[in-house]
């Protein structure tokens, strides 16, 4: 008497069970115990730093410390997390793990980058808070009115330098000399030239977005508009992305040495 056939269901996948395991791997990391001891230190530290640099209440002294926190500090510590955060996924023993899962790696990493971003996004609303909070103790005027154009810089800042460093880090393992390269080349030689070739900078078309803020502390000539800015900065965010994606998808990838039994 033959056995029953046994039924298979069909293999599928799903991107929307594979963008869950994803986000559930990658948001808990920003809530580990030793991860909020090293994000308190920060937002001390960083409390402090506003404290001595913002020493009145006068609004063009809070806003251009607020402006060159978002154009600079912001923009180095998102591309670094960015890269650090995919370089760790290409480690031989996370390979052997994350690239056997029912998952294209394109989706993979465009998933990853949404989830790391969403936890830097929270992690550095708390920042904002304390730059704000700074600025309330010292009496500065017009914080709340500057709150939405404050947010939303920070948001495009995070997520377009995270997407830099995501593709840095896909592409090589010295993504800090990449981006340090970049830095000095584009955002610190061309960015400063008083020509278009200076919209080549991402942190120029920030400052361009926060030039209501700028416009007595820093003379930032007008820009285009937080709409046509924040576009340009989602685009070039996706791009960066995309071309990501599409490395990560192409190239090889080496996982750990099989155990000797």
């Known amino acids: 008497m033959n056995p029953p056939a046994i039924r298979t269901a069909p293999f599928t996948r799903s991107l929307r069970h594979g963008f869950g395991g994803v ?19 920060l937002l001390a530290g960083f409390a402090l730093l506003t404290l001595t640099s913002v020493r009145t209440a006068e609004a063009s002294v809070f806003f251009e410390w607020t402006i060159r926190y978002l154009t600079l500090l912001l923009p180095v510590m998102a591309f ?15 390979v052997d793990y994350v690239f056997t899962r029912p998952l294209p790696r394109p989706a993979f990493l465009v998933f990853k980058y949404t989830a790391h971003t969403a936890g830097l996004q929270a992690s550095y609303l708390l920042a904002l808070g304390v730059l704000l909070g700074v600025g309330a103790y010292r009496q500065v005027p017009g914080l709340l ?6 947010l939303l810089a920070q948001v495009l800042a995070i997520g377009v330098f995270t997407a830099f460093g995501v593709l840095c880090g896909t592409l090589t393992a010295r993504y800090l000399v990449v981006g340090m390269s970049y830095g000095s080349i584009v955002e610190i030689g061309v960015g400063s030239i008083p020509t278009q070739l200076s919209r080549l900078s991402l942190t120029h078309h920030l400052r361009d977005l926060l030039q209501p803020l700028a416009s007595t502390a820093l ?27 599409l490395v990560f998808g192409l190239r090889e990838l080496v996982g750990g040495r099989p155990k000797e039994s």
Request: net charge positive; aromatic share 6%.
């Open 23 to 41: 986000w559930r791997l990658t948001l808990p990391g920003f809530a580990r115990p030793g991860q909020l001891l090293k994000l308190a230190a």
């Open 80 to 94: 670094i997390s960015g890269g650090g955060t995919i370089r760790d996924d290409l480690k031989p023993e996370t």
């Open 219 to 245: 003379a930032v000539p007008p820009g285009p508009g937080p709409f046509t800015t924040t576009v340009l900065l989602v685009f070039v965010a996706a791009a960066m992305l995309g071309l990501a994606a």
């Open 145 to 150: 009115a500057a709150l939405p154009l404050l």
